[in-house]
């Protein structure tokens, strides 16, 4: 249930063959998760611009995620089967195996992505005990807005209309207003 320690960031860009890799490692990841617990699987990470993937401001923004999901479990009263963080840095992840339904799972996860401003930060997906991932768009929500502008977020990252370091300092100023007491 461990956070990741902010100070500890690898703080260095990765390179293209190092995010693919990562990312077919997350998918057999998964699929062992998934074979060895059969329940439904949470996995959360973050969508971060440039080519750094893992720092304080990320891990920060990552274990935010990571205690609100705690809580959730929680208050939800699901039975949590494992969970585990992995600090790579081709970015946080983290695992969670919950006995619970998935699509309950996808709501509660909505709502947390939806409810405050930092969690639009958070990328949360929620695969069944099939191994089938619920997606925002199968449960007819929109498409997640860019941080800087109304366009679709896919389409200012495609048509890269924002620099890394402007998103950057977008999320640091969200990771601030979060922390800070109101
Ligand atoms: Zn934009």
Do not use: Y
């Amino acid at each position: 249930m461990s956070r990741v320690p902010p100070e500890l960031a690898a703080n260095r860009a990765v390179s293209l063959p190092e995010l693919l890799t990562s990312r077919e490692c997350r998918q057999a990841r998964q699929q062992a998760w998934l074979s060895q617990h059969q329940s439904t699987l949470l996995v959360l990470t973050l969508v971060v611009p440039g080519a750094i993937k893992d720092s304080g401001l990320t891990r920060n923004i990552f274990n935010l995620g990571w205690l609100a999901l705690q809580q959730m479990w929680r208050q939800q009263g699901w039975q949590c089967l494992h969970a585990e963080t992995l600090a790579l840095s081709t970015g946080c992840e983290g695992f969670m195996a919950l006995h619970a339904d998935a699509q309950r799972v996808k709501d509660c996860a909505i709502q947390l992505e939806v409810q405050q401003p930092i969690g639009r930060l958070w990328d949360i997906d929620v695969l069944d005990t099939q191994g089938r991932i619920l997606s925002r768009r199968s449960l007819g929500l929109a498409e997640r807005r860019c941080l800087l502008c109304s366009q679709p977020a896919k389409i200012c990252a495609r048509q890269r209309r924002h620099s890394s370091d402007e998103l950057l300092q977008e999320m640091e100023r969200m990771l601030n207003d979060a922390l800070s007491p109101r």
